[in-house]
């Protein structure tokens, strides 16, 4: 990608751009920023977003998940040399399993990736993103954990339950040659 190439596949070109300018640092402007860094934590180009915005010096709006505040102390930070304080980020919260699956995921290669972060809350409980994908396909829980079961990084299309593991196990167990 160019320098700039990674803009064309921002979460934030489908939202309103004030959005992403709160006026104020209180009230109703913490939380028209919360909700643009809530698009940014979804989005496959956050980490080129905040790093650009931190390299130009952007000093206004919310860039790559950060707001003005956050980006000055990064910049403060990289100035003196210490790692700043980490922030804790907020899960983000779905009313249903198909909902979570169809704003996280985007079509990749052949592959599904989840574009956000590894765990979601759903209907108040925290759930990963292969529990939700697994559901979503299966239309039912998965049996013990869920695993990639390709090497496309962040596929949840491809995967595998305990179920599924034992039932591939057995299979290889039959189809041995026997023993003479």
Known sequence: MTNTAWQLHGSCRDA?????????TTGPALA?????KYIC??????????AWALD????EGVWGGLDENQRRS????????TAPIRTRTRIPTFANHREAYDFMTTAVDGHIEWTGTVE?????????RNQIAWRVIHGQPPVGRVHPDCDHKGCVQHLADQATRNARARERTT???AAA
């Open 74 to 81: 990064l910049l403060r930070h990289r100035a003196r040399g």
């Open 175 to 177: 189809d041995l040659p």
């Open 41 to 50: 934590r979804r989005c496959p180009v956050m980490q080129q977003c905040q």
């Open 32 to 36: 028209q920023a919360e909700d643009a």
């Open 16 to 24: 309103d751009p004030d959005l992403f300018f709160p006026v104020g």
């Open 56 to 59: 130009h010096r952007v000093e």
């Open 120 to 128: 979601v809350r759903v209907d108040g409980e925290r759930i990963s």
